[in-house]
């Protein structure tokens, strides 16, 4: 394969991406997206369905021409030497791209085929991804028969059948139900600790928190904050006092009265009464928070400190949530996302 | 940085790599009908019917003069299946494109054509099957062919290759349509009025004026003459040539046409 010139400057970068934009007709899918990916590393680019992930992965992984802007992956231009990037790259999508009639190591042995491994090749590279990801028992089945995480792991095998150093996983456990998605984590962890660099898309802001270094915020087509989850939680302004009320009805009365202590946005679930309010760095706060419910009469069942979740972040951030309502159900039926200092 | 596990692979001269991955599909997609039985069910029993409908139902009363009409429609019948297995193949490329396996492929360093060419293939083996179905169970309901061995083969090589150049047709259009549905559609409207206006069935002299001219200028009624000419030693009058000429112009126009848009597909 030809490798064609690299540029000094940005080749260090795995991924390296300035002032990329894309359009479908009128729809402005990316307007402006910059972002650095240093090699070994994993970052995660976030933000609501339709802020643009996806049509970043597409331009990355060579399936789409971005209208403008400079996008290298692995020192090529994707646009310039698709080739060169495809050498290098992995790509495992929102859906299953395996053949669902062949079987496992069929559809493993294809993929090795058509990137120059011979027969005999391909077949013991098909058997090492299948013990990989614990599908060998399986591996003579057709794909039609395979559970919806069984799917995820081969699609993931036949994305590293190449040994790609680049790895790109767009909503890898979307509909996937928890115990798969944490398999599915595991296999990922430890991509991370050979060395694979990763570039994650997720609308799951625990899965970026549980996955990445380095987080990407974007919205609209462009990102609006960077850097290590305790940086970006660091952003929102410190620590947020979580109190639960016993009667979830006085939830907004109870967030009326602790308008005060509040330094950003409070964040409020009327279902389960509970009440999050960002302090700062004025954790002293939580007594004088505590007395002023107990003199108006609202009794807790929680209190307590906490460092902000990346939703809060988000929703400081953009002024709506991450997770679209109709989709807020998540990996976990869980938001926002708890976080161990 | 990851393991050097590239120990198996080996690189080829851009024609092998052209070929091996022509070779590669083409076999992931014949794997494909193979596991589908009702699929392969379809494709042999549908073109049967037709043999026996037209044979036994329609013979009675259809008069060529000077031919028994089952010599005279099998030719059409062949075309026919090769035609509408064309279908098949636009419905092929749409779900692939849809289930997201023709992106996996398409971010893998492999040649941009041996996708389509993998498609184009299999389904020409299925078609050259499937004429081959009906060849014999024609020979069984009687059908002769009234010229030799050689000229036989040739009407044969004659439909397959319309079929092969008809399935990059399709291809484009499987690669065009947003889904199976879209593909299906349009493939019936399209080529179910083409094949019925044409000489497949009844002689072009006993429709209507304005059919008529539509059936005289439809190139399946050339390609049918054309194997008429070979199976029944009818002159069709260069029917032949104009055939190969117009598989070789429609084969280069669609497969460079699908190639492209495959490059750009979104």
């Known amino acids: 394969m030809t490798t064609g010139p690299v540029n000094t400057t940005t080749d260090e970068f795995a991924v390296y991406v300035d002032g990329l ?5 009128e729809t402005k899918a990316l307007t402006g997206l910059d972002l650095v990916v240093v090699p070994s590393t994993v970052v995660g680019l976030i933000g609501p369905n339709g802020a643009g992930k996806t049509t970043a992965v597409r331009i990355l992984s060579t399936l789409l021409k971005p209208d403008g802007g400079i996008a290298r992956v692995a020192g090529h231009d994707v646009v310039k030497n698709p080739q ?3 050498e290098n790259i992995g790509l495992t999508g929102q859906y299953a ?10 559809n493993l042995e294809m993929i090795a085929q058509l990137t120059g491994w011979t027969r005999r090749g391909a077949g013991a590279r098909a058997d090492e991804m299948l013990e ?3 599908l060998t028992d399986a591996g003579n089945r057709p794909v039609g028969t395979y559970s919806g995480g069984m799917r995820r792991r081969l699609d993931l095998g036949a994305s590293l059948v190449l040994s790609p150093s680049i790895l790109f996983l767009d909503e890898p456990t979307t509909g996937l139900d928890p115990r798969s998605r944490g398999q599915l984590w595991d296999v990922i962890r430890d991509l991370v600790d050979e060395g694979t660099t990763l570039l994650l898309t997720t609308q799951y802001l625990e899965e970026a928190d549980a996955l990445a270094e380095r987080i990407v915020i974007i919205d609209e087509g462009h990102n609006i904050a960077e850097g290590t989850p305790d940086e970006l939680k660091a952003q929102v302004g410190g620590d947020v006092i979580e109190v639960v009320l016993a009667d979830p009805t006085r939830t907004a009365e109870a967030a009326g009265m602790l308008e005060s202590f509040s330094v950003g946005t409070i964040n409020t679930n009327p279902e389960t009464g509970d009440v999050a309010v960002p302090v700062g760095d004025r954790q002293s706060m939580i007594a004088g928070a505590v007395r002023v419910l107990d003199d108006a009469g609202i009794r807790l069942v929680d209190v307590r400190r906490r460092r902000p979740s990346l939703d809060e972040v988000f929703l400081t951030l953009t002024g709506h949530h991450a997770e679209d309502e109709e989709e807020d159900a998540g990996p976990d039926g869980m938001q926002p996302v708890e976080v161990t200092p | 940085m990851t393991a050097p596990a590239a120990s198996g692979r080996r690189t080829l001269n851009p024609f092998a790599e052209w070929a091996n991955d022509s070779i590669v599909i083409t076999r992931r997609n014949l794997i494909g009908y193979l596991r589908q039985p009702q699929v392969l069910v379809f494709i042999f029993i549908q073109p049967v019917m037709f043999v026996l409908l037209f044979g036994y ?8 003069p000077g031919i028994s009409y089952i010599d005279f429609a099998l030719p059409g019948i062949m075309v026919q299946s090769a035609t509408f297995a064309t279908i098949g193949t636009s419905v092929a490329i749409t779900e692939d494109k849809n289930s997201g396996i023709l992106d996996r492929f398409r ?13 184009v293939i299999a389904d020409t083996v299925r078609t050259a099957t499937t004429v081959g179905v ?19 083969l040739f009407a044969y090589a ?11 047709v399709a291809v484009f259009v499987g690669l065009s349509v947003k889904n199976a549905e879209a593909a299906q559609a349009a493939g019936f409207v399209v080529l179910f009025p083409l094949t019925f206006i044409s000489s497949a069935f009844v002689p072009p002299e006993t429709m209507p004026t304005v059919l008529q001219w539509l059936a005289e200028i439809n190139p399946l009624t050339n390609l049918i003459d054309g194997v008429r000419e070979l199976t029944l030693g009818i002159d069709s009058g260069g029917s032949i040539v104009r055939s190969i000429i117009g598989m070789i112009v429609i084969t280069v126009v669609f497969s460079l046409l699908s190639i492209r848009k495959y490059r750009r597909l979104t």
């Not at chain 1, 934009?21 to 007709?25: C, L, W, Y």
């Not at chain 1, 791209?97 to 069929?106: F, I, N, P, S, Y």
């Open chain 1, 97 to 106: 791209a395996v053949d669902e009639k062949l079987t496992g190591r069929e």
């Open chain 2, 158 to 168: 004659l439909i397959i290759g319309f079929g092969f150049a008809m399935s990059w």
């Open chain 1, 84 to 86: 060169a990037v495809r």
């Open chain 1, 132 to 134: 990989r990801f614990e």
């Open chain 2, 134 to 152: 009906i060849f014999f169970v024609g020979v069984v309901l009687g059908y002769r062919l009234q010229t030799d061995i050689l000229h036989g």
């Open chain 2, 57 to 64: 139902i329609f013979g009675g009363v259809m008069n060529i």
């Open chain 2, 107 to 119: 971010s893998l360093p492999m040649t941009r054509s041996g996708v389509l060419n993998g498609r």
């Open chain 1, 21 to 25: 934009t894309r359009s479908f007709g």
